[in-house]
């Protein structure tokens, strides 16, 4: 299984998740942040069939942690560089570290574009954020140990995170879990037509060309 790639739109769709999330909380370290999301993420995952982000969890040893959005994280507070017109900067540049003594507090330097957001995102977000950001670290972190966790864990530290699982883990009952299948399969054929056709998409249609 490998980290996703992600789409400019997807990019600028976890850029307005995570501004929500900090400006909601004012400040928030970034590992209550990947654990909001988290289970934001897994629980609109179960009960709509749909992710509020594409970002791929990698299972390592506090719970679960979006790839793309910890390296974004990692430049904005200066414990990493990306190279020029990375497309990370378009959350690094978004957030900031306070303090550099305390990298790790995160703050906003932008409020979201809220047009990004349904309202069954910030349905759970909100409910992730009012349950999980007072919970101290330990709690949280085994709280985070679900079953997608424990099955990427046991294969690797740092494995990409089974997107079934998290939906099963977050409470998806048998026919969400066949309809998140066929979607997935969807998606894959997509991806060849992609590869192996001259194909111009919209988020809506495909048109050969």
């Known amino acids: ?10 990019m600028l769709k976890l850029k307005a998740v995570v501004l929500y999330v900090i400006n909601k909380c004012d400040e928030i370290d970034y590992f209550h942040l990947f654990k909001i999301l988290y289970f934001a993420d897994r629980a609109h995952y179960a009960k709509y069939g ?12 506090k719970g679960p942690v979006p790839s793309v959005l910890f ?3 990692k430049v904005a507070t200066k414990q990493a560089t990306a190279v020029n017109n990375s497309p990370l900067s378009i ?20 409020l979201p574009d809220m047009e990004e957001l349904s309202q069954s995102d910030i349905d759970c977000l909100d409910a ?5 950001k007072n919970i101290d670290i330990d709690t949280l972190s085994t709280k985070s140990h679900d079953e997608a966790w424990e099955n990427a864990w046991e294969k690797q530290k740092a494995h990409p995170m089974d997107a079934i699982l998290m ?14 299948k066929e979607n997935l399969l969807f ?13 111009k998409k919209n988020r809506n249609l495909f048109y050969l060309i």
Do not use: V
């Not at 299984?1 to 997807?10: C, G, P, R, S």
């Open 71 to 73: 390296d974004a994280i």
């Open 167 to 180: 939906a099963k883990a977050g409470g998806a009952n048998e026919s969400m879990i066949e309809y998140i």
């Open 50 to 61: 749909r992710r509020i982000i594409q970002d791929t969890f990698c299972a390592l040893p």
């Open 128 to 132: 992730s954020i009012k349950e999980n």
């Open 91 to 110: 959350i690094s540049n978004s957030i900031e570290s306070p303090d550099s003594a305390y990298y790790f507090i995160l703050s906003a330097k932008e």
């Open 1 to 10: 299984m490998k980290i996703k790639e992600l789409t400019i739109d997807e």
């Open 187 to 199: 998606k894959t054929w997509e991806h060849l037509l992609l590869i192996f056709y001259p194909i």
